[in-house]
């Protein structure tokens, strides 16, 4: 990010100076940072192509905002003053200028692209368009826009009134001025802002990636099943899920997309590559809690069954060589992905850690735990799995051991 505008900092010296703010897409996240940036006090104009859709997410907003105000969260003229300043729309013809436009259309490269440059026909020079994408290049969503210094992405979590965490993306040639703007601007919206380069994952699907990865490979080894291996991760690790029941939750070819997506823009790094345990479960239609079968099969009231944790097995593969050591072999891999990531340049540490707790609820942040278990000792842990699992999965960032981290 080299780039830098005076533009930015005169015209969005104030991030109240933003002013109305456009929203493209009413699903399910387009309408909740619609609420969000209505409850900050702005000016929303929510578009939506299919007819209807935006009006029926404000009436969504609308029940959203009134269990705020029964829980007592909210005041009814306070609610009804959120929902008023939203303005649902059909087309981006009816769309007024604005200071931000935030896009939250389907994850398509060609769609996004073609909002992009179309808003950055209509709209003012210094209106900051950015995209909710998870996983695609801002560089690449911005390639027709003339003056793409005022793209970048804002990625914020699901549900977005609920979850604090937005990571703010910079493309190549995303002004810094804007990128400190539009970061004060979430603060003052009551989200925890970091920030990152777009690269693939960002920060919180790239760094998670080993969470899911080196468990689909214990149990696809033989070495331990899903329920002691979650068993392990949870309460031993202090993680608020085990990883495989986290897939089924989240659904399995949802998180096989991100990993997929991941390794194709990494030139299929062996480190992401998808394991055929997922691949397999996704081909069977086990998707997960959405099918009732995934890792686990699930009953009518969403009970697991048949699956229970071996525990004999659990205390001793904790704690035993870092080959078939489930909570170890995990947090070596967590740490070095962040250590890479941080050694590159592309996030601070800080941020890092802030993503990973926040974003997916890490008892830790990884960079935190790799100042516990010793940086020189999770650099010897991933030299004796690419020992036990060669093939180039397993390569210690140089930074566990050059001294750039500490
Ligand atoms: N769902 C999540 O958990 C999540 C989390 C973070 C980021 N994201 C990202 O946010 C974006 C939106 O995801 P979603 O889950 O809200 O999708 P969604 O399918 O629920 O909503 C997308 C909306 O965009 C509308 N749309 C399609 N084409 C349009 C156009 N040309 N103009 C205006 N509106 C149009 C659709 O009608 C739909 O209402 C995606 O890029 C996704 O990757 C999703």
Not at 153 to 175: C, D, I, Q, W, Y
């Amino acid at each position: 990010m080299d780039t830098d505008t005076t533009e930015a900092t005169e015209d969005h010296a104030d991030e109240s100076a933003f002013g109305p703010v456009g929203v493209i897409g009413a699903g399910a996240m387009g309408a909740g940072i619609a609420q969000v940036a209505a409850t900050a006090g702005h000016d929303v104009t929510l578009v939506d192509a299919v007819p209807g859709a935006a009006a029926s997410a404000v009436e969504k907003v609308g029940a959203a905002l009134s269990r705020l105000v029964d829980k007592g969260r909210l005041s009814a003229d306070d609610a009804a003053a959120v929902l008023a300043r939203i303005t649902p729309v059909e087309s981006l013809d009816e769309l007024p200028e604005c200071g931000l436009v935030i896009e939250a259309v389907p994850e398509d490269l060609d769609l996004k692209r073609r909002i992009f440059a179309d808003l950055a026909d209509r709209q003012p020079p210094t209106t900051v368009l950015a995209t909710n994408t998870s996983s695609i290049d801002i560089d690449d969503i911005a390639a027709d826009v003339s003056d793409p210094e005022r793209t970048l992405g804002l990625h914020f979590f699901n549900p977005p009134p609920v979850m604090k965490l937005v990571e703010v993306v910079h493309g190549s040639r995303t002004a810094r001025a804007y990128v400190e703007h539009v970061t004060a601007l979430m603060s003052a919206w009551g989200k925890t802002p970091v920030r990152c380069s777009s690269t693939p994952g960002f920060i919180v699907n790239r760094v998670a990636r080993p969470f899911y990865g080196e468990a689909q490979r214990i149990v696809e080894s033989g070495v331990a099943d899903a329920a002691t291996v979650d068993w392990a991760l949870r309460e031993k690790g202090g993680f608020p899920m085990g990883p495989l029941e986290l897939t089924d939750f989240i659904g399995q070819d949802v998180n096989l997309a991100v990993g997929t997506s991941v390794w194709e823009q990494t030139g299929r790094d062996e480190r992401y590559a998808p394991t055929a345990f997922q691949r397999d479960l996704v081909e069977a239609g086990r998707l997960g809690r959405k099918t009732g079968s995934g890792v686990y099969a699930y009953a009518a009231d969403g009970s697991v069954t048949g699956a229970e944790p071996d525990l004999g097995l659990a205390e001793r593969l904790v704690g035993g060589p870092i080959a078939t050591d489930p909570l170890a072999r995990t947090l070596a891999m967590l740490v070095n992905e962040a250590v890479d990531l941080v050694a590159r340049g592309e996030a601070s540490a800080d941020d890092v850690d802030t993503a990973m707790r926040l974003g997916t609820r890490y008892p830790k942040g990884p960079i935190a735990w790799g100042r516990e278990i010793g940086f020189d000792v999770v650099a010897r842990q991933v030299a004796e799995l690419d020992e036990a699992y060669p093939g180039g999965r397993y390569r210690p960032s140089p930074a566990l051991t050059d001294g750039s981290i500490s």
